[in-house]
Structure formats: C-alpha cells, structure tokens
C-alpha cells in the first residue's frame, strides 16, 4: 500500500487553527451575503473578460462623465461594490487555495483509511476460511457495515 500522506497535528496548532477559523468567521460573516441556487444562475457573471470592462465604466463614471451617469446609478455605490468584488476575489483565492487542499488531504486520508480497512476485511475474510477463533464474529461486523460497489472509473470528456 502506497502511502501518500501522514497527518498528525499538535493540538495547539487545531486550536490556533480554530482559532483563526473564528476571526474570519466574525470579522467577514457581517459582511456576507448567501443566495440560493436559482438567485446564482440569474446574476451577471464579472469575471476576468468582463473586469476590463467594469473596470473602465468605473473609470468614467466617477470621473468626467458622472454628472450624465448620476442620475441613473449611483456611483460610489458602483466604486463600493467594485472594490468589495476585488477584495473579496483576492481572499477568496487564499482561502479557496487552503480548502482545495483540506479537501484533497481529507480525500488521501480517507482513501488511504479506507484501503487499509478494506485490507482488515480481506484478512478477516482468509482467517474465517481457516476458522481462526473469533474472525467469523469481527467478519460479520465489519461486513454489516460495509457493502461493495463497482467503482465507475471516471472518463474526462474535452
């Protein structure tokens, strides 16, 4: 069995963990807002194509030509919700890079956890076969509790 990650953490480092996890949630949750699914898809997307373009409205509309813009948005509300989408992006890429990798770890983790029950399970398996005192019981338990699937090998379509 390839063993790919070992994770063993202090536990003053799980609560400064903890305790970082605390701060963001208080200093940033006021200031978040959810939306359903629905909400979601109908929103205009601004994304890397369309900051350019965001970008330089701005530009026009807080400068020579608010006076004819004025009256149909505001604009520093636009200058707020403009740098609010910037700084959020730039938070939400550190912490989104953080959680790719706490779920990729807790993937391996699991992966690997789960390779050496199978491995448990296969060996209780054989000791029934040469009736080893006690493996029928561990078997039966072990078995109740976990049913084989065929794994759909995973097809990347381009």
Do not use: W
């Not at 699991?110 to 060996?123: F, K, S």
């Amino acid at each position: 069995m390839n063993n790919q990650i070992s994770i063993s953490i202090s536990q003053s480092d799980i609560d400064a963990v903890k305790a970082a996890i605390a701060v963001l949630e208080t200093k940033l949750e006021p200031h978040l807002k959810g939306v359903s699914d629905v909400e979601r898809s109908n929103l205009n997307k601004l994304g890397d194509k369309t900051q350019v373009f965001v970008d330089k409205a701005y530009g026009y509309a807080s400068g020579n030509f608010k006076t004819h813009v004025g009256g149909l948005i505001n604009v520093d509300e636009f200058g707020v919700d403009y740098n609010a989408f910037k700084l959020l992006g730039e938070l939400n890429l550190k912490v989104g890079q953080i959680a790719r990798k706490l779920e990729d770890s807790m993937m391996l983790s699991g992966a690997e956890a789960l390779d050496a029950a199978q491995i448990v399970y296969a060996t209780f398996e054989l000791c029934v076969r040469n009736g080893v005192a006690g493996a029928q019981e561990a078997h039966n338990e072990l078995a109740a509790r976990y049913k084989r699937t065929k794994r759909t090998p995973h097809i990347k379509t381009t």
